[in-house]
C-alpha cells in the first residue's frame, strides 16, 4: 500500500498543511492525524489555545478543505456519535465509530490516491474499545475498472489516428505514476517503436536506459533535439500530462491539439475529440500496444540530427567553482543505489539534465512548486527507501525555510548527501521578477548543520569553493564518511545559472506580465 502516514499535535497543523498541499497536487496519499481538542469540550462555547481566539473547532478543517480528498459536499454531522465527516475529513471525539471512520479516510486515500486528515480527541487515545482489541477485520477496495465498450472503442479510433501518421512520438506525463501505468507506457514503447520522451515532471517514471529514449520534453528548454522531434511529429500520444504554465514555458509549447491523444487515469481525448470515459490508462496503453503498427520514422529522424552533448570547460586549478562542474560531478555519483532530489529552482534544470542509471531514483515537486520542499522530501525518502542513498540539489533560499529537517536526519541516523547551492538569494526569482526582496541573509550552513549534529551521531560537513575541494569532499563522502550525513556547500557566483533557467525564466515572466484584456 504505497500510503504515507504522518501524526502532528494540533499545534502543527499550519506546518502541516504546506506539506499535505503538495501531497494532493502530485496525487499522493497521505493520512495525517492530529490531536484535537478534549471531547468534553466540543459545543462547549469554550475558546481554545491554538486557535484565532474563537469557540470555533472548524477552524483548522476548512483550512485542510481544498488539499484532502472528499466525498461529501458539506459538513455532515453523525447524530450523537461524535463524529464529524467535513470534506474528507474525520473528527473523532467519541470511540464508537472511531474504528468506522479512521477506516474510511484510510480508504478515501487510497482510493483517490489524496490525502485526508484525521483529527482525534486528545483524552481518547488512551482509553480501551472493543472494536479495536481485536484483531484488524481484513479490508477490501474493489478495484476500478475500464468500461469494456468505451475501451475498445478508445483503442481502435487511437490506433487508426496513430497508424495513418508519418512520425508519431510518445510523451510520459507525470498523472502515470498514479494511474499506475508506468509499465504499460513502456510495453507500448517497446510494441509501437516511436520515440520516447518525459514531460519534466515525469523524469524518473520511464527508463532512460530505453533504447529510444530521447530526453526530456520542455518547450524551449528541452534536453537537445527532443523538442525539435516532438513538435515535428505529426502526431504525439502524451500520457497523463500536466500542462500548466511552468510545464509549458510560459504557454509558449508549439503543440496542436488537432494531432495529439491526450490519455488521463481514467479518460482519453483524441484530437479535437472524439472523448472516451471511464477507460483506465493502464487498461488502454496495454491494449493500444496490440494494435499499433511498428514506425520508428521519428526515431530514426532523431538518430539522424543528435549531436552529442558536449563538456564543460575544463576548470583552471583555483578557479571558482562553476555550476555546470558541480553537476558533472553528480552525474558520475548516480547509480542504481541511489536516488535524486530536486529543489524548486535551477536545480529543476540542471538535474533534469542528468543520466539516470536503471533502478535510480528521482523526485521534484514541479505542480504545487514550494521551496524548501526538498528537505522535507530527503527525510522522507531517506527513511522509506534504506536501500538508496539519496543525493540532494538545494539552494540556499529554499534551505533556509526548512533547514530543522536535517535535525530529525541526523537523529534516525540517515546518511543521504546534501548539496547546499549557495549563490546568495532566489536565483529562479530573479530571473522571473527581480527586486531586492530576492536577496537573503547568508549564513554559515555547515556551521547550521554541526550545531544540529552537536557530537550525537554521525555528520560529515564540507564547504568547497572550487573543483578541487568539490572532488576531495566527494571522496569523503562516498569513501570514509559514506555511513555518515554529508552535507556539502557549494559557494557558487550568484550569476552562475543553467541556461534553460534563463530561457525559462523570460517566457515565464513574459506570461505573467501580460497586459489585461480589454473589457
Not at 530521447?214 to 528541452?222: D, H
Not at 487498461?283 to 529522424?301: P, V, W
Not at 571558482?320 to 535524486?340: D, G, T, Y
Amino acid at each position: 500500500m504505497d500510503t504515507t502516514i504522518g501524526s502532528v499535535p494540533s499545534a502543527s497543523d499550519a506546518a502541516a498543511i504546506n506539506a499535505v498541499a503538495g501531497a494532493f497536487s502530485e496525487n499522493l496519499p497521505v493520512v495525517c492525524i492530529v490531536g484535537g481538542p478534549n471531547s468534553n469540550d466540543y459545543g462547549s462555547n469554550r475558546i481554545l489555545h491554538h486557535t484565532i481566539g474563537l469557540p470555533d473547532f472548524t477552524q483548522e478543517l476548512r483550512c485542510f478543505q481544498t488539499v484532502t480528498c472528499y466525498q461529501e459536499s458539506d459538513c455532515v454531522y453523525s447524530g450523537n456519535s461524535g463524529v464529524v465527516h467535513y470534506q474528507g475529513k474525520a473528527v473523532v471525539n467519541n470511540l464508537e465509530d472511531a474504528h468506522e471512520q479512521i477506516d474510511t479516510a484510510i480508504s478515501t486515500a487510497i482510493r483517490e490516491s489524496k490525502p485526508v486528515y484525521i483529527s482525534i480527541s486528545c483524552n481518547l487515545p488512551s482509553i480501551p474499545h472493543p472494536t479495536f482489541s481485536r484483531h484488524p477485520v481484513p479490508f477490501f477496495l474493489s478495484p476500478r475498472l475500464s468500461n469494456q465498450m468505451n475501451l475498445e472503442a478508445a483503442v481502435e479510433t487511437a490506433a487508426a489516428f496513430l497508424n495513418k501518421s508519418v512520425k508519431p512520438v510518445l510523451v510520459g506525463g507525470p498523472k502515470m505514476r498514479v494511474a499506475k501505468a508506468c509499465k504499460s507506457f513502456v510495453e507500448l514503447a517497446d510494441a509501437c517503436g516511436y520515440p520516447v520522451a518525459v514531460m519534466p515532471s515525469a523524469k524518473g517514471l520511464v527508463p532512460e536506459h530505453h533504447p529510444r529514449f530521447i530526453g526530456t520534453y520542455w518547450g524551449a528548454v528541452s534536453t537537445p533535439f527532443c523538442a525539435e522531434i516532438v513538435e515535428s511529429a505529426d502526431a504525439y500520444l502524451f500520457a497523463g500530462p500536466i500542462f500548466n504554465d511552468y510545464s509549458s514555458v510560459g504557454y509558449s509549447l508549439l503543440l496542436k491539439k488537432e494531432k495529439a491523444i491526450i490519455v488521463q487515469p481514467d479518460r482519453v481525448v483524441i484530437g479535437h475529440g472524439p472523448a472516451f470515459g471511464c477507460v483506465l490508462m493502464k487498461d488502454f496503453l496495454h491494449a493500444l500496444s496490440a494494435r499499433l503498427k511498428k514506425n520508428t520514422a521519428a526515431y530514426e529522424n532523431y538518430r539522424r540530427i543528435y549531436v552529442p552533448p558536449g563538456e564543460p570547460p575544463l576548470s583552471e586549478p583555483e578557479e571558482p567553482l562553476r555550476v555546470n562542474i558541480l553537476f558533472q560531478h553528480i552525474q558520475k555519483m548516480l547509480s542504481a543505489n541511489s536516488a535524486v532530489i530536486a529543489e524548486t529552482g535551477d536545480s529543476w534544470f540542471n538535474c533534469q539534465k542528468l543520466k539516470l542509471p536503471e533502478g535510480c531514483g528521482y523526485e521534484f515537486q514541479m505542480q504545487y512548486g514550494s521551496i524548501g520542499w526538498s528537505v522535507g522530501a530527503t527525510l522522507g525518502y531517506a527513511q522509506a527507501a534504506k536501500d538508496k542513498r539519496v543525493i540532494a540539489c538545494i539552494g540556499d533560499g529554499s534551505f533556509q525555510v526548512t533547514a530543522q529537517e536535517v535535525s530529525t536526519m541526523l537523529r534516525w541516523g540517515q546518511k543521504s548527501i546534501i548539496f547546499l547551492i549557495n549563490n546568495g538569494g532566489y536565483t529562479i526569482e530573479v530571473e522571473i521578477h527581480d527586486g531586492p526582496y530576492n536577496v537573503i541573509k547568508n549564513w554559515n550552513y555547515t556551521g547550521v548543520v554541526e550545531a544540529f549534529h552537536n557530537g550525537e551521531g554521525k555528520c560529515y560537513t564540507a564547504k568547497v569553493r572550487t573543483e578541487e575541494e568539490l572532488k576531495e569532499a566527494i571522496e569523503e563522502a562516498q569513501g570514509p564518511k559514506k555511513d555518515c550525513l554529508c552535507f556539502i556547500e557549494v559557494i557558487v557566483h550568484k550569476d552562475d545559472t543553467s541556461k534553460e533557467l534563463l530561457e525559462w525564466g523570460s517566457r515565464v515572466s513574459a506570461a505573467n506580465s501580460r497586459p489585461p484584456n480589454p473589457q
